[in-house]
């Protein structure tokens, strides 16, 4: 069975603290994907990465960096978390390729406070 | 570049009625077209996608959309809504370059008895 699996369903943490969501795929996937979720707005894609230490930036991707040392693992940063940044946070996985289904995590709810 | 509308935040339906949750895309060229579903608390879920040839396309749980090139539209039905059925409902855009997948707003389905 596929699984793209995020580290925490939820994260509680301080404005100002460096913050690490992690993203682990097990279906060798190249493709690599952050979005963040928000009411009324959808998922916004933040980073994507198509191969190893190679990423592309998203829609929103203002305070937040990325990560992706290894093919399995995809990590975003948040280099000094805010109250704006209290949001749902979806990794994703696919295949190369327009075609091709991405899998998704159980996701993250970060709540900086 | 590419963009999705879902002009309906929120919808709601009787059991037993019909549903078409409505999708408009922006892309230049031929676009790979998907159709997601998230139940509470849960990640996201494909239901059907599209890139090419019938364009009226087949999905899990009863599900169907049909591609219109003329109106940019990849509307979602289903002939008869299950209490189940209740979720939330994502539209979601790729190029033909493969990459990025940009989803819309997200549709709300509430089902009534």
């Known amino acids: 069975d596929v699984k793209v699996t995020q580290s925490s369903r939820y994260l509680v943490k301080r404005t100002g603290e460096k913050v690490f969501l992690e993203c682990v795929q097990d279906m060798d996937h190249e493709n690599m994907f952050w979005y963040r979720q928000d009411p009324g707005l959808g998922l916004r894609l933040i980073y994507f990465s198509y191969d190893v230490k190679m990423k592309e930036k998203g829609d929103i991707p203002e305070g937040y960096s990325v990560s992706r040392e290894k093919k399995e693992r995809f990590s975003l940063i948040l280099e000094s978390a805010s109250t704006n940044q209290t949001s749902m946070y979806l990794c994703a996985s696919s295949r190369v390729g327009s075609n091709t289904e991405a899998f998704f995590g159980q996701g993250t709810r970060l709540t900086v406070v | 570049a590419q963009s999705v509308t879902q002009p309906d935040i929120h919808i709601t339906v009787s059991e037993g009625a019909s549903l078409e949750l409505r999708c408009n895309y922006s892309y230049g060229a031929t676009p790979y077209l998907f159709w997601y579903v998230q139940s509470p608390g849960q990640g996201l879920q494909l239901l059907l996608k599209y890139f090419s040839g019938d364009t009226l396309v087949q999905g899990i749980k009863g599900f169907e959309a049909e591609f219109k090139r003329s109106q940019s539209s990849f509307n979602l039905r289903k002939p008869s809504v299950h209490w189940s059925d209740a979720a939330e409902y994502f539209c979601?855009?790729?190029?033909?370059?493969?990459?990025?997948?940009?989803f819309g707003q997200g549709t709300e389905l509430s089902v009534k008895p």
């Open positions: 979601a855009v790729r190029g033909n370059q493969g990459g990025k997948l940009i």
